[in-house]
């Protein structure tokens, strides 16, 4: 093929006393005319005149309005990246989405009738990005790598971030980093060394002030464009009643449109990837279509192999696509809920073009939904939220929204972190329906009641960096070497004590270097697991002390929370009555066995246990019956089971040889000196997190242990194993909870020997240490250790003994 020629850069007449430039475009008339439809080309002038003026613009805009695809082709006709005009750099456009990087390059290119040479996309992946590259689509985890290259992102004139109203992290820590970017290269511009950089953020219509109205990132305010959306009106239609289960509801509304309603695409909003197969394979078997046995056989490793390959090669990095961990732990689908044979009157033998869309998909099959479905077929698109505004699938006119998305959550007060499905924000519901108004009137059926919606669901979805633990994103950011995260421009920042409290937290588990706080080797490995540093801790020692095998499921358990069944029905446990049936007195008999048999004879930690407890299930064919029999929560074990399976393949990723050989499945029970070491492991997660007993006044009835965390005393929470065991000296707690008092939860006897040693850094010791490797190993380095809290000036004095 014969090599394809750069368009020549024409000057034009002068506008606004600016030397003015173009480059000639050649569209086909199609897509001339679908242009002319999109309300942002009536605003080119106004973009353009605005961009030329200021440093940074805004542009908010529904979905479909051609933001993405056009302002990156105003700037392109108007000379920038072309290496003949006075704004060189290449034109960077970033998305939270993978799909949506790739997709949106092709279309680009195809509308500008140019090859991916020029118009080109880069993922973590996959790049087609070349030297005649001018304009370059990016996910914004793959900017903020090359941030972390080249500060001044001197090969840029323009970097729009787009899709800034999602609020992923990464795009937030983008805008962070542009916003001082972009003041640094108007400094230099004065000295004449780059040209200034020029900052778009677009967005859809939804809170902009957090970009547009804040002074910590930038002054003065942005001008804010508004593209005037032309949007066909979408009617409504709340159920009567919120269905048990929306996968079967969404089955049988689809049948219904489909036998029912006129000609019209339909998009389906679900949560997660087994969702999304199951449901499209209940609708594939009941309205059959030639080419949908044709479809290829969809390989959900192939990503998965490719990132462990990434991380093999050394290098950690952000989670690119937040969709995409989350889709890692999808749970399991029942099928049999979606009554496939259920009767509809007049059914139609039409065949429907069923496809999937979600993040994990491999990207030629998620380019299929902008192609024509075939000749007499109805388009329906069962999509995860990665349809909800990154893409405008083209001729939808129905949508039947779940109203439930998965998000990672957190919790602030466990520290621990988990995926759960919710109901989405009213903002998004709203973003949903009006994907079915781009062709014409449309329809939306939301499977819930109006009630619902209007009491249960959130204005806005919280944005990712709230829904993260901070020491996690902490982390993360050191990971991509942004030093001071506490002096950092987010668009709505943590509180800064807390980020204070998480880099203490993540130097003392040495993921950060205690003299520059930048981040360790450790540390880097730490930020490839999903989980709480705590937690990666804990993997790293596990892996360096060859008890990984325990490791893994005690931290995918810990992570998940507690999966005992204290509250049983009529207050079995609690509330002993004389009045007890035979019946209730013999479970609550099994029940005291059951945690008896868990906690070991000589019971000493809750952590321990609840590995018991995980470890045995696993050993049974029936999961429901085995947690039905033993006080467990069925879908919490469930949950814990694949997290492992994730913590596993990452492990795996890291240190190859080490679990090559390694069996996870079925471990028999750690002998003594492993169990040893794995209470030493727990200790090293929980090092802030130690307690140590009171002497007991004779009047007193419980006994006290002092926290470093807390002045007032605390008690051990009556579900610890430890609860009328004769009271260790010292503990490690995973939780400090206040109701009527004080309790530390999850329990972990520790000897005073190990403090000084996986509690390094919280211990003051009477002699300097000369050697940074084990000082405890020889008697004559003997000495006293003092542990500080951090509050007032109570020390504990420890005597460490060599061990
Ligand atoms: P916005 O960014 O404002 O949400 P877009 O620029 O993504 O809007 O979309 C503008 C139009 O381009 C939409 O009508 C969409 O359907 C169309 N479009 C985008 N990608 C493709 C594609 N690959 N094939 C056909 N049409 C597309
Ligand atoms: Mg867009």
Redesign the pocket.
């Known amino acids: 093929k014969e090599e394809e020629e750069r368009p020549k850069l024409i000057e034009n007449t002068e506008i606004n006393n600016r030397k003015a430039f173009y480059v000639p475009v050649n569209r086909s008339d199609d897509i001339r005319v679908?242009r002319m439809?999109?309300p942002?080309v009536v605003e080119e002038q106004q973009i353009m005149e605005s961009i030329y003026e200021n440093d940074v613009v805004i542009i908010c805009?529904?979905?479909?309005?051609?933001?993405?695809?056009?302002?990156p082709q105003f700037l392109y006709e108007a000379g920038f990246g072309h290496p003949d005009s006075e704004n060189p750099g290449i034109v960077g456009v970033t998305q939270p989405r993978r799909v949506?990087a790739v997709?949106?390059a092709?279309?680009v290119a195809?509308e500008l009738n140019l090859s991916s040479e020029y118009v080109s996309h880069q993922i973590r992946f996959d790049s087609s990005v070349s030297k005649k590259t001018v304009i370059k689509f990016m996910t914004d985890g793959v900017l903020l790598k090359e941030i972390a290259k080249d500060f001044m992102l001197s090969s840029y004139s323009v970097l729009i971030i787009?899709?800034a109203h999602e609020r992923s992290l990464n795009s937030d820590i983008a805008i962070g980093l542009v916003s001082r970017i972009v003041k640094l290269r108007r400094e230099k511009e004065i000295n004449g060394i780059v040209r200034p950089l020029k900052i778009i953020i677009?967005s859809?219509t939804l809170r902009v002030d957090d970009f547009a109205n804040n002074p910590n990132l930038f002054t003065p305010s942005p001008p804010v464009i508004h593209?005037k959306s032309r949007q066909f009106p979408v009617t409504i239609h709340f159920n009567k009643k919120t269905p048990d289960d929306y996968l079967d509801e969404a089955f049988k509304k689809i049948c219904q449109i489909h036998s029912k309603l006129p000609a019209g695409g339909i998009l389906v909003f679900l949560t997660g990837q087994n969702e999304v197969h199951a449901l499209c394979k209940k609708l594939k078997s009941r309205y059959p279509s030639n080419s949908n046995q044709l479809e290829s056989k969809i390989s959900k490793e192939k990503t998965l192999i490719a990132k462990r390959e990434e991380i093999d090669a050394g290098s950690f990095e952000l989670d690119e696509d937040p969709d995409e961990v989350i889709e890692q732990v999808d749970s399991p689908v029942d099928e049999s809920k979606i009554e496939d044979d259920f009767y509809l009157e007049n059914d139609t033998k039409e065949p429907l073009h069923v496809l999937p869309l979600y993040a994990l998909l491999p990207t030629d099959e998620q380019?299929k939904v902008?192609?024509e479905p075939p000749p007499g077929h109805r388009l329906c698109v069962v999509a995860t939220n990665v349809a909800e505004?990154?893409?405008?699938?083209?001729g939808i006119s129905y949508v039947v929204d779940s109203g439930k998305v998965k998000e990672r959550v957190h919790d602030a007060k466990s520290k621990m972190q988990s995926f759960k499905v919710d109901w989405t924000s009213k903002a998004s519901a709203d973003q949903r329906s009006g994907r079915a108004g781009?062709v014409g009137p449309g329809h939306c059926y939301r499977l819930y009641h109006s009630a619902v919606f209007d009491n249960n669901f959130e204005k806005f979805s919280k944005p990712e960096i709230e829904r993260m633990p901070i020491e996690g994103v902490v982390l993360q950011m050191k990971s991509m070497h942004i030093d001071n995260v506490v002096n950092f421009p987010f668009p709505s920042p943590p509180n800064s004590q807390i980020l204070f409290e998480a880099e203490k937290l993540l130097m003392s588990l040495e993921a950060l270097d205690t003299n520059n706080k930048s981040i360790t080797y450790i540390g880097r490995m730490m930020s490839a697991f999903p989980i709480s540093p705590r937690f990666a801790k804990m993997i790293i020692l596990g892996m360096n002390n060859n008890v990984l095998q325990w490791i893994i499921p005690l931290v995918a358990a810990l992570s998940v929370g507690d999966p005992f069944v204290r509250d049983l029905e009529n207050g079995i446990v609690n509330e002993k009555d004389s009045q007890d049936s035979e019946e209730k007195r013999e479970k609550r008999k099994k029940y005291f066995q059951t945690h008896q048999t868990f906690a070991g004879k000589h019971p000493d930690s809750d952590s321990l246990k609840l590995l018991s407890a995980f470890c045995a299930s696993e050993y049974s064919s029936n999961i429901e019956d085995f947690c039905n029999t033993h006080f467990l929560r069925p879908k919490a074990i469930k949950e814990m089971k694949q997290l492992k399976a994730q913590l596993i393949s990452i492990a795996r990723v890291i240190n190859p040889k080490f679990c090559e050989k390694m069996k996870f499945d079925k471990v028999q029970p750690p002998n003594d000196s492993q169990r040893s070491i794995i209470k030493q492991i727990i200790a090293s997660g929980f090092i802030d997190q130690i307690a140590k007993l009171k002497p007991k006044m004779s009047h007193e009835k419980a006994f006290k242990y002092q926290t470093l965390l807390s002045k007032e005393d605390a008690l051990i929470h009556p579900s610890s194993c430890l609860f009328n065991e004769s009271p260790p000296e010292f503990v490690v707690y995973e939780e400090l909870v206040q109701t009527s008092h004080v309790y530390i939860k999850g329990l972990t006897a520790i000897s005073e020997s190990i403090i000084p040693i996986v509690a390094r850094s919280q211990c003051t010791f009477s002699k300097p240490l000369d050697t940074p490797e084990p000082f405890y190993n020889s008697e004559k380095d003997k000495m006293i250790c003092y542990v500080k809290p951090s509050f007032g000036t109570v020390l504990w004095e420890l005597t460490p003994t060599p061990i």
């Not at 805009?61 to 302002?71: A, L, N, P």
């Not at 505004?389 to 083209?394: A, F, N, Q």
């Open positions: 679908a439809k999109l942002v805009g529904e979905t479909g309005s051609g933001k993405t695809t056009q302002v949506a997709s949106m092709q279309r195809t787009d899709e677009m859809a593209i380019l902008f192609k505004t990154s893409l405008t699938i083209p781009r």
